[in-house]
């Protein structure tokens, strides 16, 4: 597959790894949709980018069905599926306060998981239609799950079992829709310079680059962009989980 000749969606596309996502693949001749819950946000950036906005709440089989149909009515097709939403809470399974309070661990399997897979579903459904390329590649999935599927930290109970079951579908899923011409591939980013993290005091985004053995800084949303651009044109990578994290190991 062609980056340029690429007609994308991808959740979480108002802001951080999926804007930047959203921004490269237009800037590379893509066609863009985002899918996103900050309407305003997120109509800026499709503005931006020549592309389109779907307001979408990826747990909500309707909702994600209706923007699908949005991005086929006003792309025509969908050959990429790129899932950047996703939420984090940073909760003890026991802390101050009593138990990990079990609303706050469903909301994130909801969105970051089950959102992630509703998504996937309902594209691959729409990819399966697309006229085949000489190799028989219709189309090509990219989740994004985190370094915390692997070295998750305390008070990631619930983001790293969110991410683990992201990597954890990743070959069946691949294998389930092999038939179909459409691979699966997951990005495992590691500490990346998103707004949830460029809020935080400067001193404490220093000491979390230290940790970050080469190079020794956080990662540049472009990088995840660049790199999900790449799987999208390398037609053998498939059923995979790619870190991408400056070989950091979370203790």
Sequence with gaps: MKLS??????????????????RHFADNGAIVTILDRDAERGEKVADDIGGHFAKT??????????????AMDKMGRISACVNCAGIAYGIKTVGRDGPHPLDAF????????????????LAAAEMA??????DGARGVIVNTASVAA??????????????????????????????????????????????MLAGLPEDVQAQLATDVPC???LGDPAEYADLVGFIVSAGYLNGEVIRLDGALRMR
Excluded: C, H, W
Excluded at 57 to 70: K, R
Excluded at 116 to 121: E, I, P, Q, Y
């Design 5 to 22: 000749t690429t007609a994308a969606i991808v959740t979480g596309g108002a802001s951080g790894l999926g804007e930047a996502t959203a």
């Design 57 to 70: 709440d990826v747990t909500d089989e309707g909702s994600v069905g209706d923007a699908i149909a949005m």
């Design 106 to 121: 469903q909301r994130t399997i909801d969105i970051n998981l089950v959102g992630t897979f509703n998504v996937s579903r």
């Design 129 to 134: 239609r697309n006229d085949p390329e000489p």
């Design 150 to 195: 692997f070295d998750g930290q305390k008070g990631q109970v619930a983001y790293a079992a969110s991410k683990g079951g992201i990597v954890a579908m990743t070959l069946p899923m691949a294998r389930d829709l092999a038939s179909t011409g459409i691979r699966v591939m997951t990005v495992a980013p590691g500490i990346f310079m998103t707004p």
């Design 215 to 217: 190079p020794a800084r």
